[in-house]
């Protein structure tokens, strides 16, 4: 596969294309995608995904930092393992988002060549998505591509949708976005150095960098997978503001402790899959208590998860964590990892 970051980097003689910001490539969105590649398999066409980032939404009606479920680079290796040829991650801004329809659409015949256009039910495209269903019926038979209007996907009588997921999200519901999803959510990011509380309270974890703009879960504590280095591994996570040390944290801290493993994860990127939510984030009266509870939480997520540590035929296996494991890079704007303390902290 091949990433463009812009429209016109890209040239084909022919192609099949689809358009969307396909935030989170939930189930709806595979299901699309799906048939797209059959059809270019069968057609020996290359398939194309025209993305935006930023969100659409973010530009024109100031959606709240963090607002998506997949970021980029993630959106693209997801892309890639459905198998994907070409995405271009198109910018969208203000100039942008006043293109009519009718000449986006000139711009992508003159690069992509496309004989057929994939859309979801709600899709539109163009200056206030005056490119709608019925006004893509009209310039497929003028333009002569095949227009593909593929029905959404319902789980337990809901229509699947980015913004049902993001939802989920905010309530801690992440066994209903994994429903969504067709897998876990995940959190990716580098290692970075905190405090070392959980060190010297016999419970070292990992702390995460997330990235402003990422969707997260609910705060409180869940049962997730971890992609490190050497394999996957169980892990209890707490995402939040560490209330028991009122830190007074401007913003919430992803915190993982990894079952059975020791090691050195700073300056690393590791994945982290959310599988069931334990608690609710609180406030304990001592260290004491919050180790004891940790404890607890430790033996929950054992029951959960259970023994597997990532053969191909249990849930973690099954995760697709593809793209972790390499060490952040020091010029990143998430962070990097300075130390060299086990676990990390």
Request: glycine content about 10%.
């Amino acid at each position: 596969m091949t990433i463009h970051d812009d429209l016109a980097g890209l040239s084909l003689p022919q192609s099949l294309l689809t358009i969307g910001s396909f935030d989170g490539l939930h189930l709806g969105h595979q299901a699309l995608l799906q048939d797209l590649i059959a059809e270019a398999r069968r057609s020996d066409l290359p398939s194309v995904v025209v993305t935006f980032y930023p969100h659409p939404s973010v530009v024109l009606r100031g959606r709240r930092p963090s607002f998506y479920i997949t970021l980029p680079e993630d959106k693209a290796s997801r892309l890639e393992m459905l198998g994907i040829d070409h995405v271009v991650t198109q910018r969208f801004d203000e100039d942008l988002s006043r293109v009519t329809a009718g000449a986006f659409l000139d711009r992508l015949m003159a690069n992509l060549h496309f004989r057929g256009l994939w859309i979801g039910e709600d899709f539109a495209l163009g200056h206030e998505r005056e490119g709608n269903r019925l006004f893509l019926r009209r310039e497929a038979e003028l333009r002569g591509f095949a227009l593909h209007e593929v029905p959404p996907v319902k789980v337990g009588g809901e229509v699947v949708s980015s913004t049902r997921v993001r939802e989920a999200l905010r309530s801690g519901d992440v066994a209903r976005v994994a429903t969504y999803l067709g897998r876990p959510f995940m959190l990716r990011g580098p290692v970075i150095r905190g405090a070392a509380r959980g060190q010297r309270l016999g419970i070292p974890t990992a702390n995460m960098a997330l990235r402003q703009e990422q969707a997260y879960p609910r705060e409180g504590v869940y049962a997730c997978w971890a992609d490190l280095p050497d394999g996957r591994r169980q892990a209890v996570v707490n995402v939040g503001f560490r209330p028991t040390f009122a830190d007074g944290l401007p913003a919430p801290v992803v915190e993982a402790h990894i079952l059975d493993w020791q090691g050195d994860l700073y300056e690393y990127l590791i994945g982290l899959a959310f599988v069931a939510r334990l608690r609710d984030e609180q406030r304990f009266p001592s260290k004491e208590a919050l180790v004891e509870q940790i404890r607890r939480d430790i033996d929950r997520t054992r029951g959960l998860l259970g023994a597997a540590m990532g053969d191909d035929s249990s849930p973690a296996g099954r995760l697709g964590l593809g793209g972790t494991n390499r060490r952040a890079d020091p010029g990143s704007s998430s962070g990097q990892a300075e130390g060299g303390e086990r676990h990390a902290d």
